[in-house]
Structure formats: C-alpha cells, structure tokens
C-alpha cells in the first residue's frame, strides 16, 4: 500500500487574507480604471457570484440545478420590492440597500428550499428536468408580472446613495468586490464545515451519508438554500449596477448557458468561479471588438461545453490535479502499510463483560415472497467481538441493512442497551449509537482524510484521538486527499472513521475484503484490541476464517436467513450442520 | 368556450407529448436526455425555410432536406456521445446535448438572420366542428394521430422486429451487447438519426402554427420533457398521455386571464407531486 505524504497544512487565515488582498486590489482597479470601463468588471464579478452558488449545489453536492438565473431574478425582483415600496423610510440610511440584498438572500434561500424538496425522492437528469421547468415557470410568470421597479417607471436607489452617473460606478464596483469577497469566504469556510462535508458526502453516497448520523435530506436542502442564497444576493448586486431589472436577464436558456459554464470552468472553487464569470464577460467583449456577432460567444461556449463534458473534466480540476502532480513529485511517498508498520503487542481475544447491549429478537425480513431473513435472534454482549459468518446468499447483509434502518420494514425488535431503535431513520441510528460499514468504497474521495474523520466522528474524538487511531490502523495522516488513497485503505479508514465515532456497537461489513494475507492478520491483531482500547463493541461479517477466528470472542452462523449455530468458537466451529453449510457435503465424504 | 380552449391546446400538447416519447426512447435507449431534441429539428426547418423561399425549391423537396438535415445533425450529435462518453453517467451524457442546444440555437441566429419568417405550410385549414362549435382543425388530428403512431410504432418495433430487440438489449446490458458482436455504437447513432428524423417532421407540421423563433421552438423540448416525465423517462404511454394533458390544461387555463401565472405553474407542480407519489418507494440512490 502506497501511502502520499502532502504538504499543504491547514491554514484557516488564508482566505480570509486572500479576501482582504483581493478588496485592496479591487480599490486600486477601480481607481485606475476609467468609470466608463467599469461595467464589464461589474458584471464579471455578478456572474462569479452566480457560478459560486451554482458551484455549491451542482458542483460540491452533485445535484444538477438548472435554475440559477431563477434564483438571482427572484433575488432582484426582492430587492426592488423593497426599494420601491420603501416601508422602512430611512431606518437603515445608506445601508437600506444591503439589509435589503440580505433580505432577498434570504427570500430566495427560502425559495430554494422548497424547489429543492423534489430533490429528496428525484435524482439525475429527472430533478434537472423538474428544475428546468421551475426555471421556464419563473420565466413565464415574470414575463406577465414584469419588476417592480419597471412596473413604477422608477429606478432602484443605488447602495450607500451612490449616484446613476460613472461616479456612482466606481462606487458599485467597489461594493461589488466588497460582496464578492465575503460570498466567496463564506463559501470557502463552509466547504470546510460540517454543511461542506456532508454536501460532498451525498454527492458520492446518500447511504454513505446517513450512515455517517447525518441527514441526507438536510444535506441536499442546505445546498439549495446555500446555492439560492447566493443566488439571490447576485440578483440584488446586478440590480445596484443596473437599478432596473428585466425578465429578458433571467431566461432559462441563460440558466442552461451558466450550468455549461460551471461545469466547464468547475466553479465549486473560487478560483474558477471568477475565471467563469470572466469567461462569460470577456469572451462576447472580444467578439464585439472584432465586430463579430455575439452569437458566436454561444456557440463557443457550446463547443468548450462540448469537450469539458465529453471529456469528463474541468478547468479547475485539471489545474489543480497538474499542479499536485508536480508538487507530488518533490516528496517520497513512503510504503507504509498495515502488515509492514509497527508490530502491536499481541492481545488475547477480548472478554465482554456479560452485559447484552445489541439485542436482536426474532427479526425477519421479506422482499415480496421472499424471506431473506426468518426469526433471527441474536444477543451481542457488551465488551466483545461477535463473528457472523454463513455462505453467499445468507443474509449478512440484509441483516445489517435492516439493524441500521435501511430496509422499510421488518419483523421482530432490536435494542441497542434497552433503547428500541426499529422505526428510527438510518441517521438517527447512527448516532443513537450504532454504526455500520461497507462492502462497497462509500467513503467520498472529495474530502480529505481528516474532514472525513471529522464528518464522520461527529465531534465524538478530539484532533489527537483521530491521528491516534489513524496511526493505530496505520492509515494516512489527516491531510491526505482520500482521491490519492487506494480503495483497501478507503476501507480502512472508514472502519478507523466509524471507530472515532465511538458507537456502542460497531458492525463491519467484511473489513478486510481486498487486504492481503499479511494485511489480515495485523488487522485482526488491531481489531482485538478495539473493545478494550476505544470501548466499542463490534459485530464481524467476514468470509475469511482466520481472521474470523482470531478476533471473535463468539460466533453465529447464519444460513438461507436463519440462525443455524451460535456460541463459542470452538462449539461453532466443530458443529456438524455448520461444516455441511460451509464446506458443501461433499468435502465432508 | 372552454371546449374551444382545450381542443386549441391540443395541437402544442400533441407536440409536447410527440417530443416526450422521443425523449423517453431516447432515454431508455440511448441513456441521454436530450435537450437538443426539439433545436435539431428546428434547425432542419429553417433549412427547408431557406431552400423555399430563397432557392425557390418546391415545398417537398425543402421539407425533405430539412428533415434529413435535423436526422444527420442529431445522429452526428449522438456519435460524439457514443465515441467520448460511452461509460459517462447519464447527466454526463444529457449534459452535452445542452451544450449541443445552445450552439444550435447561437449558430441558427448567425446562419438564418435575425428576422422570423413563416415556415412553409404544409397542412392548414379547420378539419371539422366538435357539437359545442369548437373547431378541429387538420394539424391537430394530424399531429395527434403522428403522436399515436410514433408511441405504437416505437413500442411494437421494439417488441416485435429483430432490430428493436437489438436495441433493447444494448439499452439493458450494453456490454454484454457488445461481447455478442453488437455494433453497440452504430445502433445508437441510428436511434438518434431516427429520433431527428421524427423532430424534424414535427417542427415542418407544428412550425408554421406556431411561434417558430429559434428559441421558442427549442424550448418545446421543456414542456416535452414534462411530458416524459410524467412516464419518469421510462414509459411512452405516460409520456403520450402526460403531454396531450399538459397541452389541454394549458389551453383550459388559456380561458380565464384572471389564472393566467397559476397556468404556467399547473403542469410542473402536477409533474412533481405526480412523480413523488410515483417514486416514493427511491428513498436511496442505490438499492444496496
């Protein structure tokens, strides 16, 4: 196993002094730069803000959006409502236009939300049809309705009562970077966040998400409310360059062309964002000069949207990944795997303490006709590792499907140290205590070793518990991007992960599937080691015999859905009917 | 009067529901949704506009060039899909033809100018009266019945010839297609130069009745898709039935100035609530 060492640390003052930087830049330009060329620069930092809302929503969580321009109309439609209505007077003085922006992030936030609802059962190019059609709706309806500012034959008071003239201009162009900045913050921080984790989670895994004691519909609506958001606050700044709105700004053709354009540039980064917003400016400027009709802008842009999707790439991605390459080069990366890392002392098989935590009675699953689990009652005791092994087709894991709340319905009941957990949500079950892993790679290589540990841990295990555990497992350290990790140690790092979460009972799904030999045996001497060392208990589900039989204080058997033997190793082991099921009869003649 | 009102909005819902079982087959078959459905084929009218009117061709010839044109650009369309992003996800793939309908719709406004003119009609004139004197008139049955045809035709060619058994089974498992000798990329491309085909008909049908701007028409495909997502981009039946609906609850609405914003909202909140009930057993996006 390769294990990449990076460099980058973690700075968290960094955006925060880019963002400063940025502003001083944006005064200096704004200064040296005639009032009359500043409307192109205006409306590239617009457009940017657009792209970055889009960026959270289709880029980070994975949800093609087709309504963005929706967003930013209702976001100026609230802007000049309040404008032109004026019911506040002067409260807020100079600063009317900014509460007022805030209130139509908000609007628009709310707004989100519920277009974002349908997300919740609708996935892929259905929610992007339904979005397409919320757009083309707006459309119509401001179309009949017109703006507010229109309507009134008025224009909308410019913020901190800057002018109309080209004085006002340079005016909005500073505003314009003061609120790209802090929109592109905000953003960055909350890409970090917990919001960041789980929207980058649910893009890769909604299971993986639920799973991890997060909920996947608050992950998709945030990202619509966040992604409206912005949305909304680029309506209301384009609303201070322009001062009067109109439908033709907003149609859902226009919509389509910025989805084309963030996936093009990849503007769930900042970077990109403003490299897209330039795009959108720059690119019908340079035809205009040449005297070539706008319309070829488009039709650039439909051949570089053309080869970015056919390509399966962007701009920002291939960047970064080019230059990673290059950094990747300077360090070594150091082979250091399970099998080859420190020897850990030898543990003897762990004794529980008599106490049944997980208790599992007469549990029966049925898809149609089919019983795929019948009456299986399982006690796990507190302080131990229970092996479940049994054929392809058992029931494993049905099993485990059903204990975390993924199946819709099953007989029978289980308690989790006397706390009913049968009609409680995947989430609530994880954080109630008890946790699962995968067979498949649910871990999403968009975060990097520590946001997932984090994400995962739920602020369970504290900074130097988490590099604890990731060295008791031998795993990379916190800054690796999971991208850079190979699949076995994904899987590693998913049973360290749910470990720092410290759950009462643990159950992992074949852990070891894809390690080599040497490779199962130090995972087993670890694993011993997991009840005592980080107090959680652990269900096993392994094909492996030895590795089962080295870690397991007792084992159950389950075959075609039902229980056919359970106890100590030995007993199991040794029971007729169980070598019948596992070897096949004729191994027996 | 509100009979006269739904009968008018037969003729956009027969299109819709035309444009929805071309996306469904497209959909099932070729696991793209296409927005560029509708803009291939207005590109392929206005061609036939340009050989009548400016070269003065007869009207058969220019409408039979136009639909080869929307058949060839679709299927041109559809190799570059099937050549880059044969693996890709569907979003992926639907993604590109996005692009592909903002080019078309850009370099029509360059090629054709920006005047509208009216297509060339091929059928026009009232057909009959209905008892309560609403008129039907000839395009709408013959769009109608082309709307009828098209979703039993597509059906029984799939269940019944050989060639649509093919296509399914490069739909279902296209690599297992492909390992039983299966030209999988020529049998793509050739669905999407049928489904061009039948998109460049309609516009030359519809286009003259119609607003026929190039973004107007391009944007039937977002009342059509509606329409095959009433079927979830899974059945054409839904899809036939989803678009006539649209189209005569539109038309109804048309009747009452005082709803006319809840007219533009009726069709895509009927869809959402009608696919949340019909989806509501897709809690996870997959199923282990």
Sequence with gaps: MLRVRVASQEKWWLPLAIGGIAIVVGIIIAVVIPADSLFRPTTILVASISLMG?????????????????????????????????????IFGNFSFVVYMLIAGIGTAAIGVVVGLPALRLRGVNLAVITLGIAAAFDLTLQKTSFPALVAGEHVARPFGLGPDFGGDKGIFIFAVVVTVLVAIGITYLQYSRWGSSWKSVAFSERGTASAGTSVQFAKLTAFAVSAFVGGIAGGLFDSQITQANFSSFSPLQSLGMYVLSAVVGSHLIDMALLGGILFVVIPWILQLFKVPLEWSTVIFGVLGIQALTTGSNLGTDIRNGLRRRRGRALVPTEVGLASSDAIAAVEIPRGTGKVLLDIKGLTVEFGAVKALTNVTLAVEEGTILGLIGPNGAGKSTLIDALTGFLPAHGGTVTLNGVPLDKLAPNRIARGGLRRTYQQDRVPPTLSVGAYMRFVSRGQAKPSEIDEILAFFACPPVRTPLSLVDVGTRRLIEVAASIAAKPQVLLLDEPAAGLSHDEHVAFGDRLRQVPSRYGVTILLIEHDLDLVRSVSTSITVLNFGEVLASGSQESVLSNPEVLKAYMGETELL | MWLNNVVAGLTPGATYAIVG???TLMSQLT???????VAVGMFGGYISLTLVTKMHLPIFVGVTVGVLVAAILSALLGWIIATWLSEASTSARSAVTVAALLFLISLAFILFGYRNQPF????????????????????????????????????????????????RAVSDRQMAAELLGLNVKMLNVSVWFVTGAIAGIT?????????????????????GAAAALVGAFRRMDLALIGGLAIGAIQGLFAGFPNLLIIRDWVPIIFIILFLLWNQRKEVWDVAR
């Design chain 1, 54 to 90: 889009l960026g959270v929503v289709t880029g980070t969580a994975g949800m093609i959006a087709l309504c963005q321009l929706s967003f930013a109309a209702v976001g100026a439609w609230i802007v000049e409502w309040f404008s032109v209505n004026d019911i506040w007077g002067n």
């Design chain 2, 21 to 23: 079982v071309l996306l």
């Design chain 2, 31 to 37: 696991r793209v949704v296409n927005f560029a459905q």
């Design chain 2, 120 to 167: 060339p009609t091929i059928v026009a004139g009232p057909l009959f009266k209905l008892p309560g004197g609403a008129v039907v008139s000839k395009v709408t049955v013959v769009v109608i019945v082309l709307a009828i045809v098209i979703t039993v035709g597509s059906w029984a060619f799939l269940k019944f010839t050989a060639f649509g058994v093919k296509l």
């Design chain 2, 203 to 223: 516009v030359a049908l519809v286009g003259p009745s119609a607003s026929n701007d190039y973004v107007t028409l391009s944007s039937v495909v977002i009342p």
